[in-house]
């Protein structure tokens, strides 16, 4: 499984940016992918989940109605989408994959998003 996250960068307050993360070296329409995110002393949390078929997708409460996430099985590419970017959305973003619900997560490297004015 490989996996790399791109499009984060630095953004002011209420900006918007979209992440993706390009898979290979599987079968991308199996496995279920996610967002998550760290801040530094923070934990990992999840962001957002989509299905293998992209029919269903679940969010953080803290981002539910400004991040939406999204796939392409045609293309093996996971997007999130933000808009209204908050100073608190600063962190690295992860993308992750995992076969089944109780399968491991296979990670990428992670891209940096900075939210500030």
């Known amino acids: 499984v490989q996996l790399v996250e791109s499009g984060g960068g630095l953004v002011q307050p209420g900006g918007s940016l979209r992440l993706s993360c390009a898979a290979s070296g599987f079968t991308f329409s199996s496995y279920i992918m996610s967002w998550y995110r760290q801040a530094p002393g923070k934990e990992r949390e999840l962001v957002a989940r989509i299905t293998r078929s992209g029919d269903s997708t679940n969010y953080a409460d803290s981002v539910k109605g400004r991040f939406t996430i999204s796939r392409d099985n045609t293309k093996n590419t996971v997007y999130l989408q933000m808009n209204s970017l908050k100073p608190e959305d600063t962190a690295e973003y992860y993308c992750?994959?995992?076969?089944?619900?109780?399968?491991?997560?296979?990670w990428g490297p992670g891209t940096q998003v900075t939210v500030s004015s």
């Open positions: 992750s994959a995992r076969r089944t619900i109780a399968s491991m997560e296979s």
